[in-house]
């Protein structure tokens, strides 16, 4: 954020600038939208060289449905504000993808068992694309019994997967 007016005045005077991450595709809830919206903001032209991307390479390995999906990214960090966008979305029917720190995991999954439902199908996708890439497939519940005893679960880069809501979890309200 703190270059992107730097950055976009070379652009604008005719240089080149690559943005590229080393860990799958940029932008995709990262900080470098900042400056991709600067650059369109001023005219300039954007264009991407599409990579990995760990929601898509999650969702794909997740063995959940792939035809709809809803991504969100990060949940918030606080508990309190995490917990009322886990309600937000308690009846979305469709498969819900979402990024999560290794320190948050076994207190994000508590959440999403006891706001989502323990039976609600779910996926844990690691380390994806690297040497350690592991796929943990299971329910709410048994992954959130998991990310307690084992501490792999909790290292990397984590995709959560979750199946979407029946119809009638759906129209419970």
């Known amino acids: 954020r703190a270059r992107a007016p730097e950055l ?7 240089d080149s600038v690559a943005l590229v991450s080393d860990a799958g595709t940029p932008l995709m809830s990262d ?3 900042a400056l991709v919206a600067a650059a369109a ?14 929601a898509i390479a999650g969702l794909t390995m997740s063995a959940l449905p792939t035809d ?3 991504f969100e990214g990060f949940l918030p960090a606080k508990p309190v504000a995490r917990r009322r966008r886990l309600e937000e979305l308690r009846h979305e029917p469709r498969t819900l993808v979402f990024y999560e720190a290794p320190h948050r995991i076994a207190e994000t999954l508590a959440d999403m068992v006891a706001l989502l439902g323990d039976a609600r199908p779910a996926a ?3 380390e994806l694309t690297k040497k350690f890439e592991t796929i943990y497939r299971d ?35």
């Open 8 to 14: 976009v005045a070379r652009l604008l005077a005719g």
């Open 68 to 70: 709809r999906f809803c």
């Open 124 to 126: 844990i996708a690691r």
């Open 41 to 54: 903001h001023a005219g300039v032209a954007v264009s991407t060289v599409p990579g990995c991307c760990a």
């Open 139 to 173: 329910t709410l519940a048994g992954l959130a019994g998991r990310a307690t005893q084992d501490e792999n679960l909790a290292r990397g880069e984590i995709v959560i997967v979750i199946e979407g809501a029946t119809r009638d979890e759906t129209s419970a309200d």
């Open 31 to 33: 900080p470098g939208a």
